[in-house]
């Protein structure tokens, strides 16, 4: 089959690589139909996640059609569409019985930094990843949620991560009626955040991303206030001046380990790797929240430590709330606001394109050209 494969920091390519097979009862085998890259591949790509092993396939976002199940499968037969989400999970550990299924014991040898992820390194697994033709589903009978008559498979493949992942952000911020909700990052998780903070009461979103056509991307789809950092001295003093100088309600980190805006945070972070990637978007929101007020993490950090402020945060008594999406908690209630109209995921895809142009693809989304804010892949 072709898949991506990773090289190495900055290269990755297009190889044949052997077909996926069963190797447990409980295994199905999947043809990708589409697959997306993902702002935290870019993690990956950049060489900044531990123990990304040369030969893995990225890709956590990914739908297809079930060509082979193991024989303990129950649930899935061959033909079947599905979409499947990022998690790998076992469904009956003690925090999969609690729907924390982003923190499965059962799936990852190093289950105490983390759960399963598809093609995320060996730290969340060493699980190969969709962008590929083919794929190996582990735990088949508990993951996969079979796409119903109807849905695009458009939307569908943006329901394994990006929406629920946005909508997870903004329900951890614990948004509460008129509140001020900040979105730092305008990829497609801050913009399914944005738009989330709307639904659950927000009085007021303002979306913080540098670049021009992201920020007007997100005016359009989360009709949401924006701000240019490249035009303020100080973050923290330009949101209290926003609101009545008490500070946001709420603040999420949409961005992750590769923000800008501080160019300490970026050779400490991303150049030399002495913290887990730049913690400038963490000081942000720690200082931009109010006294009392809620930080929503997202954005993708590794399981080593990072410089932040957490004084500031126990003396302005924050609630700090962050992790992987527990994906089956959200795909059904997010697949019903689909059905409903209520949103058109699909409208953030930018680009669709076939397996072979993505390694030039990659350098696109990370330079951030050609108004690229949604990868689609079709293998």
């Given at each position: ?47 900044l996640v531990p123990d990304t092993r040369v030969g893995t396939t990225f890709g956590h976002e990914f739908v297809g059609r079930v060509v082979e199940v193991g024989p ?80 695009s498979i458009d939307d569908a493949v943006l329901l394994t991560d990006a929406f629920p992942t946005g909508y997870q952000a903004a329900e951890m911020g614990s948004i ?41 991307f997100a005016r359009r789809f989360a009709h949401c206030e924006t701000i240019d950092f490249r035009q303020v001295h100080d973050m923290a003093i330009h949101i209290k ?139």
């Open positions: 089959m072709l898949a991506m494969n990773y090289r190495g920091p900055y290269r990755v390519r297009c190889a044949t690589k052997s077909d996926p097979v069963i190797e447990h009862d409980g295994d199905a085998i999947v043809q990708v139909s589409r697959s997306c890259i993902c702002g935290s591949d870019l993690h990956l790509y950049h060489g303990g499968v129950r649930t899935l037969k061959p033909g079947d569409d599905v979409l499947v989400p990022f998690n790998v999970f076992c469904g009956a550990c003690f925090f999969c019985q609690r729907e924390l299924y982003g923190n499965c014991h059962n799936v990852n040898p190093e289950a105490t930094a983390a759960g399963g992820i598809y093609g995320y390194s060996h730290t969340t697994g060493g699980y190969d990843g969709g962008q590929a033709q083919f794929v190996r589903v582990p735990m088949a009978d508990v993951g996969p949620l079979k796409l119903p008559e109807g849905l509460d009626e008129g509140d001020t909700v900040v979105v730092f990052g305008a990829g497609p998780v801050g913009l399914f955040a944005a738009k989330s903070a709307w639904w659950m009461g927000a009085g007021r979103v303002i979306v913080v991303d540098q670049v021009d056509y992201r920020l007007e001046k926003l609101t009545d100088g008490l500070g946001a309600d709420v603040c999420i980190d949409a961005v992750g380990c590769e923000a800008a805006g501080n160019a300490l945070q970026h050779l400490t972070g991303v150049k030399l790797k002495l913290q887990s990637g730049s913690a400038t978007v963490l000081h942000w929101a720690i200082n931009s929240v109010r006294k009392g007020g809620t930080v929503s993490i997202v954005g993708v950090y590794g399981p080593t430590f990072n410089f932040v402020p957490i004084g500031n945060a126990v003396n302005k008594g924050l609630t700090m709330k962050s992790g992987q999406t527990h994906m089956h908690r959200y795909m059904k209630p997010l697949l019903q606001k689909i059905e409903k109209g209520e949103i058109d995921p699909s409208f953030i895809i930018t680009h669709k394109i076939p397996i072979d142009q993505a390694p030039e693809m990659y350098k696109t989304f990370r330079d951030k050209k050609d108004g690229c804010i949604k990868v689609v892949i079709k293998p």
